[in-house]
C-alpha cells in the first residue's frame, strides 16, 4: 500500500534553514505529483507547494514563495523541501502527500504523518 | 477569494444527521472538483470524498458529498462516536495556481 515517511524535521533558530525529506513507497513514485502541505499547533491545514511528477512544474503558496523549494528524486522515491529564512510562523507538522495525477496538483489522497518544524531562538 | 470557508463546529447524537458547508468562489469550487478529508485527533487527514461526491474504498456509506455552484457539502448520515474529527474541504484555485483547504470544522458526538 502508499507509504509516505517524512523526515528532517526539529528545532531551528529563525532565519536558519532545513530541508525535509519524504520516502515513498507502494506505488510508482515517479508518475504521481507530490504536495507538502503544513499544520501549525492547533490550526488547519495550509498547502505548502505541489511538484509534477517530471519535476517540471512547481507552485507554492504565497506564504512560502521565495523562500521554500520543493524537490524531488524519483530514482530514489524521495520527495524534499528546502526551507530557507525560516520564521516563527513556519511552526508547524509538515505532510507530504501525493497527488492523483501526474501532471494536476488538484487532488490529493494519500498522506505521511508528518514532520515536526519548530522555529525558535 | 482565497480562502474555503467552513463552519468552526458542528454536533449532533448518535444516529443524528449532520452537514458540513464549505463556501468558496468561481475560481475555486466553481472550476474544480471539492474533495473532503478527515482528522482524527493526532493522526494525519485521511481523504473522505472525492470529485464532490465520490467515495474511496472503504470509506462507509454514511458519508456523502455534493456540490453547487461555488458551495460544497458533505453529509454525515447515522452519526457514530467515531465520526467526532476534524473536516476540512479542499479544491484547486485556478486563480492562485494553488490548492486550498477549508478553515476545518470539529464534529462533536453529544
Known amino acids: 500500500q502508499v507509504h509516505l515517511v517524512e523526515s528532517g524535521g526539529g528545532v531551528v533558530q529563525p532565519g536558519r534553514s532545513l530541508r525535509l525529506s519524504c520516502a515513498a513507497s507502494g506505488f510508482s513514485f515517479g508518475y504521481y505529483g507530490m504536495h507538502w502541505v503544513r499544520q501549525a499547533p492547533g490550526k488547519g491545514l495550509e498547502w505548502v507547494a505541489v511538484i509534477w511528477s517530471d519535476g517540471s512544474t512547481k507552485y507554492y503558496a504565497d506564504s512560502v514563495q521565495g523562500r521554500f523549494t520543493i524537490s524531488r528524486d524519483n530514482s530514489r522515491d524521495t520527495l524534499y523541501l528546502q526551507m530557507n529564512n525560516l520564521r516563527a510562523e513556519d511552526t508547524a507538522l509538515y505532510f507530504c502527500a501525493r497527488d492523483t495525477l501526474a501532471m494536476s496538483g488538484r487532488d490529493i489522497d494519500y498522506w505521511g504523518r508528518g514532520t515536526l518544524i519548530t522555529v525558535s531562538s | 477569494q482565497s480562502v474555503l470557508t467552513q463552519a468552526p463546529s458542528a454536533s449532533g447524537t448518535p444516529g443524528q444527521r449532520v452537514t458540513i458547508s464549505c463556501s468558496g468562489s468561481?475560481?475555486?469550487?466553481?472550476?474544480?472538483?471539492v474533495n473532503w478529508y478527515q482528522q482524527l485527533p493526532g493522526t494525519a487527514p485521511k481523504l473522505l470524498i472525492y470529485s464532490n461526491n465520490q467515495r474511496p474504498s472503504g470509506v462507509p456509506d454514511r458519508f456523502s458529498g455534493s456540490k453547487s455552484g461555488t458551495s460544497a457539502s458533505l453529509a454525515i448520515s447515522g452519526l457514530q462516536s467515531e465520526d467526532e474529527a476534524d473536516y476540512y474541504c479542499?479544491?484547486?484555485?485556478?486563480?492562485?495556481?494553488?490548492?486550498?483547504f477549508g478553515t476545518g470544522t470539529k464534529v462533536t458526538v453529544l
Open positions: 479542499a479544491a484547486w484555485d485556478d486563480s492562485l495556481n494553488g490548492h486550498l
Open positions: 468561481t475560481s475555486n469550487i466553481g472550476s474544480s472538483s
